[in-house]
């Protein structure tokens, strides 16, 4: 995808490139100086704020009015503090460039802020309508704010939200880009369910869990989480990545299309899962995703969707993933047996 | 009203009907274009209030066992229904495809049962023209045509074969006798629903 608008370009193309303190523009000049006496005001700001944080944080708690109140306020500080950070640069007719052109460096909290905005504006939104269209709520989660984009990829497909993909190519294992909008490495489990298996017996659906990894460190500039390389260069057992290893999304003939779900949760602050106890304890049938949630103590950050159904690769796919008894099961709609016709009494005809 | 609280109801019956929306479908129902209700699984109706969905509406529902109360709980996993079987099927009879089972006229009164296997009709020769309707049809010389290419044979008329004749009338007698006896059992006037 090309960055900044058709017009943008266009312009940008016939420009002469000239840095922003040279243009002989007398006006324009003098709207970057105001620009830049208010952003040298706000760094000053910036300062100020932080000898607060540091006093407060020195402060014994008897007097800042117990740890309650210490606390709140200390975050109150820090949230200001960050919106100062976003209110200097955020006029800065370079920083806009940068962003616009797909250079900016997100461990500066300007170009998460604006990369976040850009995300909420229409890519989020049309998340948003698949969560709410899939029924991902409340079918798997009870509610769901994603906070991190989430790509999908299988090889060099990339798959939009929501869509279908075709069996022989959801096969392989996918990638993930990840952008998260918030600093610092946090550690994250990808898990991937699909909530409609279909079971004759209940004559209802049941849950599946395809893929379970965890451990997976990501930051704002390390966004590539690559799920089939994620254990190859891990020689100890104990640092494996993955505890359940990718089972290829599968539909039956006839049967309604599944709906396959991936999940990127954040794992408590410092908390390491035992990816060996968890493949060895978690069964693939009827994994419930919020019971897992709360078990390992994970929160969703993100979550993407693809769908999969009956189409002319599966039967190989099907073969290949050992289910090659289930081949030649179609799914057929049952009969409803009609009420039985009740004859009217006769007297309101009359 | 045609089924009250808890009165069992089958895919397609009408619960409701109604000018205007009194009342609006709830879970496992559907609005008609005439604002009926009617019921979308087989299940026991429901008359509730859904707060939380709208302050001020009237819900009917169809809940799957008669002990549940609707609305179920607000973010809990939805209850569905499969109502599919699970058939075991050979691969090759995917391919063939039974069009039509019954009688069929071919030629001359010949009247014998068939199964037609579905086989791609050769259309490479076909030449669509524009019809009336702006949709692309055969013409109708090649429709005129069409039962000497599947090579349908009828048995040429020969003038004065009595018998043949004979056979003919007797044939179409039995049949219209068969219609008309099948035309006064029906008697009682009014639409009859085949069952």
Redesign the interface.
């Known amino acids: 995808m090309p960055i900044g608008s058709r017009r943008r370009r266009a312009a940008l193309k016939d420009s002469l490139n000239i840095p922003f303190e040279q243009l002989p523009y007398q006006c324009f000049q003098d709207a970057r100086k105001v620009l830049q006496d208010d952003r040298q005001e706000k760094i000053k700001q910036i300062e100020v704020a932080r000898l607060r944080i540091a006093n407060l944080k020195a402060q014994d708690e008897a007097i800042s009015g117990g740890k309650q109140a210490k606390e709140n306020r200390l975050r109150s500080m820090h949230n200001r503090l960050e919106e100062l950070k976003i209110l200097a640069d955020i006029n800065d007719p370079v920083v806009k460039k940068k962003h616009e052109d797909g250079e900016g460096d997100m461990n500066k909290p300007i170009y998460r802020y604006l990369a976040d905005k850009q995300w909420r504006q229409y890519r989020r939104k049309i998340l948003e309508q698949r969560i709410s269209q899939l029924n991902l709520v409340p079918d798997i989660l009870p509610n769901l704010d994603p906070v991190a984009e989430v790509d999908l990829a299988f090889g060099r497909h990339k798959i939009p939200h929501g869509d279908f993909v075709d069996s022989l190519i959801s096969e392989n294992v996918p990638r993930l880009k990840v952008q998260v909008f918030d600093k610092g490495e946090r550690l994250v489990t990808v898990v991937v369910v699909d909530p409609d298996v279909p079971i004759v017996q209940r004559d209802g659906f049941d849950y599946r869990c395809h893929f379970i990894a965890s451990n997976i460190p990501i930051s704002p500039t390390s966004t590539s989480i690559a799920l089939n390389q994620l254990d190859l260069r891990v020689k100890d057992a104990s640092a494996k990545h993955i505890a359940l290893p990718w089972l290829p999304p599968t539909a039956h003939r006839g049967a309604p299309y599944h709906r396959l779900a991936v999940f990127l949760l954040r794992q408590a602050d410092g908390k390491v899962i035992d990816t060996a106890k968890v493949g060895d304890s978690t069964k693939r049938d009827g994994f419930i995703l919020r019971s897992f949630m709360d078990k390992q103590k994970l929160t969703p950050v993100g979550v993407t969707v693809f769908r999969t159904k009956w189409d002319e690769n599966m039967a190989g796919v099907m073969q290949r993933a050992g289910l090659g008894d289930q081949v030649n099961m179609e799914f057929k709609r049952k009969r409803v047996e009609p009420l039985p016709y009740k004859k009217k009494d006769g007297a309101r005809y009359r | 009203m045609t089924y009250s609280i808890e009165e069992?109801?089958?895919?397609g019956?009408i619960i409701f009907r109604q000018r205007g929306t009194g009342w609006f479908a709830g879970e496992n129902c559907a609005m008609g274009r005439d604002h009926t209700i009617y019921a979308t699984e087989?299940g026991f109706v429901k008359y509730y209030r859904d707060p939380l969905k709208h302050p001020n509406r009237q819900y009917i529902g169809v809940a799957f066992k008669r002990t549940e109360s609707l609305p179920y709980p607000?973010?809990?996993?939805?209850?569905?229904?499969?109502?599919?079987?699970?058939?075991?099927?050979?691969?090759d009879t995917?391919i063939t495809t039974i069009i039509g089972e019954g009688r069929i006229l071919e030629g001359d009164m010949t009247v014998k049962e068939t199964k037609v296997n579905a086989m791609p009709r050769h259309k490479s020769g076909q030449e669509l023209v524009m019809g009336k309707t702006y949709a692309f049809r055969e013409a109708n010389w090649q429709i005129g045509r069409a039962a000497e290419n599947a090579g349908i044979k009828v048995r040429p008329f020969i003038p004065g074969d009595r018998f043949r004749a004979w056979q003919k009338s007797a044939a179409r007698k039995a049949a219209n006798a068969e219609k008309r006896g099948l035309r006064g059992k029906r008697g009682g006037g009014g639409k009859s629903k085949r069952?």
């Open positions: 069992y109801v089958i895919p019956n087989a607000p973010n809990a996993a939805r209850r569905r229904r499969l109502n599919m079987l699970a058939v075991q099927t050979s691969p995917s069952k």
